[in-house]
């Protein structure tokens, strides 16, 4: 077992018709004025954004708006952004929407409070000194990112798509009403159910003792996801099924899952992240079409925690097997319920077939943000990344 | 599903040697001159009190100190540290110790914040505005208020034992270090036990639709602390099983486990309430000898949450029994778990046996802070109360 530190300081209000709160929470964390972030035309279309505003306008909180925010949300607005909150003078970030609204508003928060061009804390160059304060009302259960201290953003210029973690983007406060999140495409719900279990996955994976009382909260929660995701296939809008990935969407990324651990794997995440750099997939469909391939690569590192997976997860039925069949019917288990849920297993089921050229660049990718290689369940290096990369094409 | 807020800000800093870190963090909150409260004698023998006072004169924070906080603590002693804390010009509460010392601190912080006799906010004659950031530094896993926003306070003029909760008061860091609590005596162990799974049990067993990722959290956790406290029986000083209690004492309690739930039962804990104010009894023993009682007269109430806990938590086969039947295994496989950790499970094995009219006497202290009855697994009221009281005796 490893020490750990657990922050999660984000007020979490959470059912129906929540987004009326924003205003008077908004307020609570000191707003003056704040920069509304969203994303396409549906938080428009369906009436959320209005009523986040009006309840903004019952608090007394001014606002400006930012919309256009991406999925691989892009460094050119968070310039503008940043340009924009300093013209009108905000206080507070505003996101409301998934993971790439919320990452815009963490990063366009980091520049407000520092000096100098923000891409250096995701090239990680230097340390964010302050942030602005961010509230959420979110719209997609998936990225975590509502308590987490994480923020990804893709330059488009350079293709790298980058991570900044620090406790100061920690939102204070993320407003949750599943009712919201029940228009999405079955694509984009699927996508976000993968994203939000790997997270646990990725922390789940490593070697270092681990904690009992972890593990069991990592294996109910994916449990619970899976059994979820499944509903939603069938019923997209049931209720209850959206609360539960919702709520363990925040769960997942929040740090809980890891406590005792090592600080988790993420080579998934960051062989994904690449992928999403150069073709721009969507990044739970993304994690779907590389994990099967990472795990069968990297199983024999941690073969116990594999085992554990796939019998406290999967129930599989371990009487008569080796731990390599045990941990291999996992994977398998796995797989069938991305097939499931309608997520590809392999790049090409994900529209993608990469040359050599293009892998070689990746591999290339991962190793400029890891020099010295990466991961926890088996420590991998270019070749390592190259081989899995391959298995996955 | 019911909605529900969760807010749970505290930073924990868990593992070896964290007490050297108490100066930092306090400072980092703030703080300039800290109260720092504890209780007997042995966080003085052991040195830990040495070493929290040295790591608070290395991060330039001046301190005062205020000692004797006992189990069931009193509220005497809060008037005592509101007036030497005023005296002293203390901005910061530093708790060195387990739930009576935490509370102890987070009373007095309650005083120094708000106007008026600090009785009134437990008495809920009116409800504190403001409170002094608290600190921890975790020495018992048991009562679950290093992460909490609860305090309970015993007035020893009038015997009632009351609480107060706001989050207010949710300490700003805890640092749990699981080699401080080796040295317990094997009873107190046991009873914090019983209390950390008490306060999952207390938000289980509720009517109201119920969330599935909760109840996973909620019987991974009764596993976990179930499983560890065995161990802890035979082998006190094992790290990884103090460990293991420690994280789910905070977990138990910050509110994670009755998310989506109706705001708990409780019932069991009120009923201790009184024995504690009348006998002084350990909470933790209390709960035991008294929680049997309770669930067989409620179970009817809500058989389906025994039977799931039933199965759930204490691997009870279910097969060819009634649902009435797999809840009573569930209850009695608990009850057979106290007696193996050492604890009661009635009054007369706890050491007390009240009369009629002591009894009469605490049920009249349950309604009056709880003038239309209370419960969730089934609302109880005063002839309840007697009975359960009885069944108990």
Avoid at 43 to 48: A, F, L, N, T
Avoid at 58 to 81: C, I, M, T
Avoid at 138 to 167: F, H, P, Y
Wanted: glycine content about 10%.
């Amino acid at each position: 077992m490893f020490d750990f530190t657990y922050y999660a300081p984000t007020k979490v209000v959470f059912g129906r018709g929540g987004e009326a709160k924003a205003g008077q929470l908004a307020a609570a964390a000191g707003a003056t004025k704040a920069l509304v972030c969203y994303g396409g035309g549906s938080v428009v279309r369906s009436g959320v954004l209005d009523r986040v505003l009006a309840s903004l306008d019952e608090a007394g909180v001014a606002h400006a708006e930012l919309g256009g925010a991406q999925p691989n949300p892009r460094l050119s607005l968070v310039y503008e952004g940043i340009e924009k909150a300093r013209a009108e003078g905000v206080d507070f970030l505003l996101a409301v929407g998934g993971g790439s609204v919320i990452d815009t508003a963490k990063a366009i928060a980091y520049g407000l409070a520092n000096e100098g061009d923000v891409w250096d804390f995701y090239l990680k160059k230097r340390t964010p000194e302050a942030c602005l304060p961010v509230g959420v009302v979110l719209t997609i259960a998936a990225a975590g990112s509502e308590m987490s201290n994480s923020s990804v953003i893709s330059n488009e210029d350079t293709q790298e798509k980058r991570s900044c973690n620090n406790d100061l983007a920690r939102p204070r406060f993320a407003i949750m009403n599943p009712e919201l999140t029940m228009t999405l495409p079955d694509y984009q719900t699927a996508c976000g159910n993968t994203d939000i279990m790997m997270h646990t996955m990725e922390r789940y994976f490593t070697q270092g003792g681990n904690m009992e009382l972890t593990d069991g909260i990592a294996e109910a929660l994916l449990r619970t996801v899976r059994d979820n995701a499944l509903i939603l296939v069938e019923h997209p809008d049931d209720y209850d099924a959206r609360a539960e990935v919702m709520w363990a969407s925040s769960v997942s990324h929040n740090g809980l899952t890891g406590c005792g651990n090592d600080g988790g794997d993420f080579v998934s995440h960051n062989l994904e992240h690449q992928m999403g750099a150069l073709y721009d997939v969507a990044h739970g469909a993304g994690l779907a079409a590389v994990w099967g391939s990472w795990a069968r690569y990297v199983m024999d590192g941690c073969l116990d925690r594999f085992v554990k997976y796939a019998v406290n997860v999967w129930g599989v039925d371990a009487s008569g097997k080796t731990d390599e069949e045990i941990a291999l019917a996992g994977i398998e288990a796995t797989e069938d319920f991305y097939r499931k849920i309608g997520m590809p297993t392999n790049m090409r089921e994900l529209g993608i077939e990469p040359t050599d050229e293009e892998i070689d660049r990746m591999v290339q990718m991962v190793m400029d943000t890891n020099p010295k290689g990466r991961g926890s369940a088996k420590h991998l290096y270019a070749d390592d990344f190259r081989a899995i990369y391959q298995m996955a094409r």
